[in-house]
Structure formats: C-alpha cells, structure tokens
C-alpha cells in the first residue's frame, strides 16, 4: 500500500481519518484544560505547616500551570504510533496493537488514560528512529500537518508493508522549510535518527557535537536538555542545569524553545554573565593582550600567585585559657603548613583547616596534662586571638580580584609567578600601561574578569550544576573553557559548535584540546554531517571557504535542493549605488514569506541602516522577534552566528573579512554569514570577491 497523504480544503471535503484525529486533537485539548483546572483548584491550606513551606508549594503549582498551558500556535501532537503489538508483550491473535499519539507533554484524559505522549518517552521512541529495515514492533507511522494551529493533514507510512515504497516525507520537509517567523522554536516533530541517539544518550557521560551550518546542533543541544530534564527529573531539579551561548542577542533567539516543551527552570547565559557577577567589565583588550590571558598558562601563573601568599611561620603560637599556657612551637607550625601545602587543597579550604590544626595541637596537650577537653574547646581554640593572629601572618585570606590587580599592575610580581611560563614580551602585553589604584577603579575587561573567577575557584570551588549545555563552543580561550567546565566539575555537559565557525583568535582548533580545558577529555565527539536548513546550493557555495578556514573538515551535505537559492551580484557604483542595491535586494526578499536578514560588517552597519530608514523600512535588531509586519533584521556580522533567515542579503563579503583582525578569521565570519539562509541568499558587492571565494 503507497503512503497516503490527506489535506483538507473545507469542511465538506474532510476525509474520516482527518475527522477522527481533529477530534482527538480537540478531546486532547480539553483533557490538558482538566489537568490544568485541576491544578489550579488545589487547596494547600490544610498541607502546609506555615507561610515558607505554603509559598514554596504555591511557586511549585504556579511553575505546574503554566506548564500545562495551552499554546495555540504549538500543536498538542505531531505524530502518532501504531504498533504491531503490545508494547512490552504480544496480543492475542487477532488482536490490535497499542496506539500513541507523540507530541509535546504528556496528556492524560480524566480516567488517567493517556491522550498524548510525551515525545521524551520509551514508547515514542520509535517515531524517530524505526525504519523499514528495522521497524521496531511499528506497523505505522502517520505524521501530521498543520496550519495556523489547525490540523490539515496526515502522511502514513507502513514500515512492514513491502508493497510501499520508501520516500521522503512531504509533511517532515515542509515543516523543516516553514518560514522563520520569530524565534527559534523546537525540533521535537523533525528530529532525525543521528540527532535523535544524540539527544536521548545518558546524564552520565559529555558529550560533544560538531555540527556544520543547518545541521540542527543548537537544537540538538536543547532538545538533549529536555529529555534529561525529563529522564532524571528529580537529580536535575537538586543540582541544577544552565545553557551557555555567546551572546544576549543568541540567548534571546533561542529562550522559547525549552518552554515551549515544558522546560522552565533551566537557567541561560553568556559566558561573561558567570564571571563578572562580582566584577564590572568597563574596559577592553587588544586581541593579543585577550589571547595571552585567555591562555590555559594563566592558571598556573595565579595558583602561584596565591600561594605566595603563605609565609613560614616566625614565632611559635601561644594559647592561654585561665591560668594555663600551652605552647605550640615554630616547627610544628611549619610542619602544618607543609603538611597543607603538599595536599593542594583549595587556598581557602586550607586557611580555614589551618586553625583547627593548631586547635588540635593544643587539645593535644591538654590531655597530655589530664585534661579531657571535647570538640567545642578545639572550636574555641580555633577562634582564640593567638591563633587567629598565626593564621593571618602564616595563611592570610586572600581576595582573587586583588590578586588579579596585582598581576596586571605590578611587573616584578607578574615576572616572579609567570617565571618559564609566559615570555618577558607575554608579560609585557597583559601588563596594564596605568596601573589601576584599586579593585572599584580597575577598567576590566571580560578576560581579565575570567582571571578573577579562576583565582575564586583556586580560593574556593565553584558549586557545579548537573548539567551545562555550551554552544558555539568553538569560539572559547582555554581559560573561557576551564570558567565553564568548573561549573559542570560533577556533572555533565553537551558541548555544540562548529570548528570552521571558530571567528575568535583564540578560537580552539581541535575538540580533543576544548574538552581537556573544559575537564571532560574523555567526552564523546559526534558529528552531524547532514544539513537540514541550509539549502544544497548556497552551503555548496560557502563550502568553497573550507580548505582555507579548516582544513580536512568535511563540507555539511545538504538535503535541501532549491535552484535559484543563491544570488551573487557585483554593483557598479560608489557607497550610495551599493546600499542602494542593497535596499533593493531586501525589498525584493520581503516579497517572499518568513523572516530577512540583511547582514554586514560592522563597520557598516550606520550606513546602512540609514538607507533602510531613507527608504521607509523599519528594521530591527538581533534577537529581536519577528512579526507579520516587520520581519526585516539588520545584523552585525560579530552577531550573526547562531541565527537564521529564510532569506538573507550579505552586503560586501570583503567588507565582512576585512574587519576582522586576521584573514583566516575574516574568512570564518564570512562563512558564519554566508550560511545563516534557509530559503535564499543574495550576495551584493563592488569590491572584489575574497580569492577563496570567487
């Protein structure tokens, strides 16, 4: 039997297998409004035995209700699953198999009998990785069509029918294909088998994932969030979990997808949000200073900067409790010290262990003399004025931002720490020309605020969540990595990114390297060659930047063929001919459905906003979601990276390459920019090609 596709055009024409699915799709929405009524009608006035543990219960069921909600542009189910025979045990002869509707969340009628699945599910599995070779107890799998919220069709197929002929399914590309209109949203209904083994492998182990333009690494990542959200639950909710992306504009993008599924606890942010909680960045590097800091060196250079601090103790410590004296010489001081140094512990722990040490010497002795003190006489001597003044001449505290200060303000104490790890000319580039006077006066930049946070963790860990999602991971210094990797030092990660998209200097080139830095080298790498969103021709294009921006790396295979997606344009003319084109070009995109990204170097951003303006076209800015009447986004190129268009414009790709400090890296941003279209691309440009490129 060949797969069948039914659409409706009215009412009249519904077919009964349309009619009976629109029903369920309706009974399912009133079984979701029940749960939610029922939730919302929970009184725990006689649960809870006072005001903390009644506002903690309220928040609960607040996070439950919304939840629950009943978005009208997202459908309550995308799939449904025929299976040959019970799931976990045969039927009877004759017998029908067990019947699932895949979608979002979980659905359950009054009864407790299930509407929809959860697509997180054992059971829902299959929807993404049966096939005809292996069918997986599946008899059919019908996918399902929507327009605006609506359900308008349904595609079978028949895994163990050898009549039927294998083919590619019209409703899965479609919905691949819809215009992007707003922000990212979730791949639950198009998820492939290589992404779906990615998404669904285990809490324990790191797993990270090379992924080219349009391969759906992003969403792989958030999608892997959510089934472990669903997986282990109750693990997850105790430690915590965090999506690291690059930058505001990419965070914004993409902060619907995980409610949308459910999720709303997962916490998102940059890099510079995790380490400058205590610091503010006012000031700037230059790339070499940035590179430099950024290097993996740096930790060394600070954990003997802070151990610097410790001194050999001069004077022996002298307890007196009433008319008793007790004395604890110099070389038994020492012999702590040393004792605390050889164990490497955290310079904080050790200044906090120090006084107890000194405290048990002395307790020591007291027994020694017929005392029987117990534990709280060691805390009191612990706390006594003698030994707090040994510890402070012997194991001061330390604060990490003071220390950083001192590295960047004080050449002989930087050459004293830094001695045969960075040379006389690595010193001179982190050194600050005008020392700062103090911690509040320091212009810091974003990598010295990286220092920072790693002389906190030499002080005192980090407290690691369960699990940390880190995309566009390949643009990360070493020390960027070891900022992110401390927090995730007992959990996991999913680490995302792309080698060839690397536009930092000190982008990593290796993944081998960025998981050593990041503490997981024994992590997973997986790559996704397979591109979903970028059309065959315009990543064929963009291809051409690989032997020069990443040698050996494999171009993303597209399964995307759209003739006449890519348009290369020279324009004749000075600045005002080319922005001319320029507006033209969007206004030509604008007649097509979806979402235009008018990308460009930085440095000609004004100029071309200022043409939209003169033009009457209101734009707006990364991030910023789209809508029916403005869908026209002018993007940076520093910003591109991440996001996606149905159609873009690229304005002067020399431009593009030339505002980068390198060419290698100029390259990368260029490709970064070239493959952010799903529909179509049109290059403008006066000045000559890139030679990679032409």
């Given at each position: 039997m060949p797969a069948h596709v039914a659409e409706a055009a009215d009412s009249d024409s519904t077919p009964a297998p349309l009619a009976h699915e629109r029903a369920h799709l309706a009974a399912s929405r009133a079984a979701l409004r029940g749960m939610r009524e029922d939730v919302q009608a929970l009184d725990i006035a006689d649960v809870t035995a006072n005001w903390v543990n009644a506002e903690v219960l309220q928040s609960q069921i607040d996070d439950r209700i919304k939840a629950l909600a009943d978005l009208s542009h997202t459908p309550l189910f995308f799939g449904r699953l025929d299976y040959l025979h019970a799931v976990g045990g045969e039927l009877a002869e004759g017998a029908e198999g067990e019947r699932f509707y895949i979608g979002r969340r979980h659905v359950h009628d009054a009864a407790g009998d299930p509407m929809v699945i959860d697509w997180r599910a054992p059971v829902s599995q299959p929807y993404y990785q049966a096939s005809r070779k292996n069918p997986q107890n599946v008899g059919l799998r019908r996918r399902f069509g929507y327009t605006g919220g609506e359900l308008t069709a349904y595609e079978d197929e028949h895994l163990t029918d050898p009549a039927e002929a294998e083919h590619t399914s019209k409703l899965l590309q479609a919905e691949i294909e819809r215009p992007r209109v707003g922000p990212m949203r979730d791949i639950v209904a198009t998820i492939q088998p290589e992404q779906d083994e990615i998404v669904r492998s285990g809490l324990g182990g790191t797993v990270c994932v090379q992924g080219g333009p349009g391969t759906g690494k992003t969403a792989v990542g958030l999608h892997r969030v959510a089934y472990l959200l669903y997986a282990h639950r109750e693990r997850l909710a105790r430690t915590g979990t965090l999506v690291v992306g690059p930058n505001r504009s990419f965070l914004h993008y993409i902060e619907q997808v995980l409610p949308a599924l459910g999720e709303l606890e997962v916490r998102?942010?940059?890099?510079?949000?995790?380490?400058?909680?205590?610091?503010?960045?006012?000031?700037?590097?230059?790339?070499?200073?940035?590179?430099?800091?950024?290097?993996?060196?740096?930790?060394?250079?600070?954990?003997?900067?802070?151990?610097?601090?410790?001194?050999?103790?001069?004077?022996?410590?002298?307890?007196?409790?009433?008319?008793?004296?007790?004395?604890?010489?110099?070389?038994?001081?020492?012999?702590?010290?040393?004792?605390?140094?050889?164990?490497?512990?955290?310079?904080?722990?050790?200044?906090?262990?120090?006084?107890?040490?000194?405290?048990?010497?002395?307790?020591?002795?007291?027994?020694?003399?017929?005392?029987?003190?117990?534990?709280?006489?060691?805390?009191?001597?612990?706390?006594?004025?003698?030994?707090?003044?040994?510890?402070?001449?012997?194991?001061?505290?330390?604060?990490?931002?003071?220390?950083?200060?001192?590295?960047?303000?004080?050449?002989?104490?930087?050459?004293?720490?830094?001695?045969?790890?960075?040379?006389?000319?690595?010193?001179?580039?982190?050194?600050?020309?005008?020392?700062?006077?103090?911690?509040?006066?320091?212009?810091?930049?974003?990598?010295?605020?990286?220092?920072?946070?790693?002389?906190?963790?030499?002080?005192?860990?980090?407290?690691?969540?369960?699990?940390?999602?880190?995309?566009?991971?390949?643009?990360?210094?070493?020390?960027?990595?070891?900022?992110?990797?401390?927090?995730?030092?007992?959990?996991?990660?999913?680490?995302?990114?792309?080698?060839?998209?690397?536009?930092?200097?000190?982008?990593?080139?290796?993944?081998?390297?960025?998981?050593?830095?990041?503490?997981?080298?024994?992590?997973?790498?997986?790559?996704?060659?397979?591109?979903?969103?970028?059309?065959?021709?315009?990543?064929?294009?963009?291809?051409?930047?690989?032997?020069?921006?990443?040698?050996?790396?494999?171009?993303?295979?597209?399964?995307?063929?759209?003739?006449?997606?890519?348009?290369?344009?020279?324009?004749?003319?000075?600045?005002?001919?080319?922005?001319?084109?320029?507006?033209?070009?969007?206004?030509?995109?604008?007649?097509?459905?979806?979402?235009?990204?008018?990308?460009?170097?930085?440095?000609?951003?004004?100029?071309?906003?200022?043409?939209?303006?003169?033009?009457?076209?209101?734009?707006?800015?990364?991030?910023?979601?789209?809508?029916?009447?403005?869908?026209?986004?002018?993007?940076?190129?520093?910003?591109?990276?991440?996001?996606e268009y149905d159609y873009v414009v690229l304005d002067e790709p020399a431009a593009v390459v030339d505002g980068e400090p390198d060419e290698r890296t100029g390259l990368r941003r260029l490709y970064v920019a070239l493959t952010r279209a799903v529909s179509g691309l049109t290059v403008l440009h006066a000045a000559p090609l890139p030679g990679a490129l032409a």
């Open positions: 998102q942010a940059t890099v510079d949000d995790l380490v400058t909680a205590g610091v503010e960045v006012r000031g700037t590097d230059e790339a070499a200073a940035a590179v430099v800091k950024g290097d993996a060196r740096m930790a060394e250079v600070l954990r003997r900067a802070i151990r610097s601090h410790v001194s050999a103790p001069t004077e022996p410590v002298v307890v007196v409790r009433g008319s008793r004296r007790w004395r604890v010489p110099v070389y038994e001081v020492q012999e702590m010290v040393d004792e605390l140094l050889a164990r490497d512990m955290r310079y904080g722990a050790a200044h906090e262990a120090l006084p107890q040490r000194i405290a048990h010497a002395v307790l020591v002795r007291m027994e020694e003399a017929g005392e029987a003190p117990d534990d709280r006489v060691q805390n009191a001597v612990a706390r006594n004025p003698a030994v707090k003044a040994a510890v402070k001449a012997v194991w001061p505290a330390v604060d990490p931002a003071k220390v950083v200060l001192r590295l960047l303000s004080d050449a002989e104490f930087l050459a004293t720490h830094a001695e045969g790890l960075l040379s006389e000319d690595e010193q001179k580039v982190i050194l600050w020309a005008k020392p700062a006077r103090s911690v509040r006066s320091a212009r810091w930049s974003a990598a010295d605020a990286v220092l920072i946070d790693e002389a906190g963790d030499l002080i005192s860990r980090t407290h690691s969540l369960g699990h940390v999602v880190l995309d566009e991971a390949q643009d990360l210094s070493p020390m960027q990595y070891r900022a992110v990797g401390r927090r995730c030092s007992t959990g996991s990660a999913t680490v995302l990114g792309d080698l060839a998209q690397g536009t930092t200097p000190w982008s990593t080139e290796s993944w081998g390297e960025a998981l050593f830095h990041l503490g997981k080298a024994d992590a997973v790498v997986e790559e996704l060659t397979a591109g979903f969103r970028v059309p065959r021709e315009v990543i064929a294009y963009a291809s051409r930047l690989l032997p020069a921006i990443s040698p050996g790396l494999a171009a993303v295979e597209s399964v995307r063929e759209s003739p006449g997606s890519l348009v290369v344009r020279e324009v004749a003319g000075g600045a005002d001919e080319v922005a001319a084109a320029v507006v033209a070009a969007c206004e030509e995109s604008l007649r097509h459905e979806g979402s235009i990204g008018l990308i460009a170097a930085d440095a000609r951003i004004p100029l071309l906003g200022a043409a939209l303006t003169a033009a009457g076209h209101t734009y707006l800015s990364p991030g910023e979601e789209t809508t029916a009447a403005s869908r026209l986004t002018l993007v940076p190129a520093s910003l591109a990276k991440g996001l």
